[in-house]
């Protein structure tokens, strides 16, 4: 690992400003999940079941709309797109004051409505950093995700549980205001001074949007999955064993496995396929639940899978960005996005269900398996790759056959 690779990405032009905005622009749109649930629970006192109906249409929502906003982008540019900032300062000032019914439907608007902070940076990432510096780049980028998901639940739990529901969504509208400005003033490329100046053809959705990238799709919402599932499995075995007061600082350790395996990443010679990456993650997290109930030991037996979350999440970024013509890279980040949402939403039911039936450990199990099986899927579906694909590398062929 060397740090040179980070140097030299950080004195690409406007990569550093971006980055930073991303990491400050992410933020209030970690904190909403968060938000919008404990406002059910704790200030209209509606119960879980209701909460959960919340955050579910809005994450429905999110999903329908991370494409579109990402096609809108590969057509009219970002700042049009920006518009969206004043959706979401009109909802987040006003959703304290809500019936439980009107929440829930403007819950979805806001949705599909999102600022699309996430994928808009990749794009612009992606738009910015030479090919070669792309794998560094994302890497950075993953691990300013993992802190911006550190500080955004935190900071929403402080405000909602000390000064209420009301002064809490006030300033994540005020976030969401912030974040849209800075990005409209900033205004990142989307595309880079090539890509521009190639001939500007309508590129067919039927082009890249095939077998394979459907399969990167899948691995990349296998990916959220093995994380959602692993983290509501170590909070239930702590829970279970009345170590409730260590879960903040079991989950930040968790995290910082996390960057500290995308900062090692980032700074390697060469990358991984995703699929190598997303399988190990898997097969490691299974026999996370032997550790026993002692969260230091449930900590230590996430050592070697939290490692590897950062490199493969931006594994499946920076293979997507080279998989998809530059006109439709928006529309991809959008669809990446999507996965991602997916992912997470459906691992929570699902290893709820498996903790209350069967306990922790066996949720661990059956999250590492569902990252092992969809690799398994995706195989042969990778060796379709879209025709714009570079060829693949040593590691690819090795874990794609090819």
Aim: aromatic share 8%.
């Amino acid at each position: 690992m060397a740090i040179e690779p980070y140097r030299r990405l950080l004195r690409v032009p406007g990569v550093r400003t971006l980055l930073l905005v991303g990491l400050l622009a992410r933020i209030p749109s970690t904190a909403t999940g968060m938000a919008l649930t404990l406002h059910v629970i704790h200030s209209m006192d509606a119960g879980f079941v209701k909460a959960g109906l919340v955050t579910a249409t809005s994450t429905i929502g999110m999903a329908i709309g991370s494409p579109l906003s990402g096609r809108f982008v590969d057509k009219y540019g970002l700042r049009p797109v920006l518009i969206t900032t004043l959706a979401q300062a009109v909802f987040w000032s006003t959703a304290w004051a809500m019936p439980y019914p009107v929440l829930v439907v403007a819950a979805f608007a806001a949705g599909v409505l999102a600022l699309p902070v996430f994928s808009v940076i990749r794009q612009c990432l992606a738009a910015m950093i030479p090919l070669d510096q792309r794998r560094s780049g994302f890497s950075l980028d993953s691990m300013l995700v993992e802190l911006s998901y550190m500080a955004g639940p935190a900071l929403a739990v402080v405000g909602i549980t000390t000064a209420g529901s009301g002064w809490t969504m006030a300033v994540v509208a005020a976030g969401m205001i912030g974040s849209g400005t800075a990005l409209t003033v900033l205004n990142p490329p989307t595309r880079s001074a090539e890509e521009l100046q190639a001939p500007q053809a309508r590129v067919p959705r039927a082009e890249w949007l095939t077998p394979a990238f459907i399969a990167l799709l899948g691995t990349a919402a296998a990916a959220t999955f093995i994380l959602t599932a692993s983290e509501l499995s170590l909070v239930a075995a702590m829970k279970h064993t009345g170590q409730v007061p260590w879960v903040g600082l079991a989950v930040a350790i968790w995290c910082a496995y996390s960057l500290a395996g995308g900062f090692i990443y980032g700074g390697l010679s060469r990358g991984f396929s995703p699929l190598l990456l997303i399988a190990l993650m898997g097969a490691l997290t299974i026999p996370v639940g032997l550790a026993g109930a002692d969260w230091r030991w449930l900590l230590l037996a996430l050592v070697p899978a939290g490692v590897l979350c950062a490199p493969a999440l931006s594994a499946t970024v920076d293979t997507a960005s080279r998989w998809v013509p530059a006109a439709a890279r928006g529309e991809a980040m959008g669809y990446h996005g999507t996965a991602l949402l997916i992912g997470g939403a459906t691992a929570a039911p699902i290893a709820g269900a498996i903790i209350d039936r069967f306990g922790p450990g066996w949720a661990f199990a059956a999250a590492g398996a569902v990252g092992v099986l969809m690799v398994l899927i995706a195989l042969p579906l990778w060796r379709r790759r879209p025709p714009s694909a570079p060829h693949p590398t040593l590691h690819e062929k090795a874990v794609a056959g090819t």
